[in-house]
């Protein structure tokens, strides 16, 4: 090998290397974005998946309790009172066990006597 060839095959060699190292960041950098999108698609789709099974599973056992008659817990919102909403569209005030706070809710009137409980609320499964 001559001294050109030499001095050639290192131009190559450095321009491959220069070329490697310029790009392989950038490469990487497009495949981990492709993975992340991946992974952001598939944990929507599941959690799509898991919710569609929810709402059928409450649509079942609402038909279920509205053949036998009775009412079921859907939704619970808030933390004193807790307000529950029933299968029916009626709603219920638990006040966890605070005799005070049910017993001032009541006189103040803003809560329907007959809906008001100063017991804990029914789990919704």
């Keep these: 090998m001559t001294m050109w060839q030499a001095i050639a095959v290192g131009l190559v060699v450095a321009a491959t290397a220069g070329a490697f190292k310029f790009l392989a960041p950038r490469v990487k950098r497009v495949w981990l974005q492709w993975r992340r999108r991946g992974a952001a698609v598939a944990a929507a789709r599941k959690g799509r998946r898991e919710r569609e099974a929810r709402e059928h599973a409450l649509a079942e056992k609402i038909t279920a309790a509205e053949v036998k008659g009775e009412l079921v817990a859907i939704s619970r919102r808030g933390s004193m009172p807790v307000e529950v909403t029933y299968s029916d569209g009626s709603?219920?005030?638990?006040?966890?066990?605070?005799?005070?706070?049910?017993?001032?809710?009541?006189?103040s009137g803003r809560y329907d006597p007959r809906r008001t409980f100063p017991f804990n609320p029914p789990r919704i499964d």
């Design 91 to 107: 709603t219920s005030c638990f006040f966890r066990g605070d005799w005070d706070a049910y017993k001032v809710a009541l006189r």
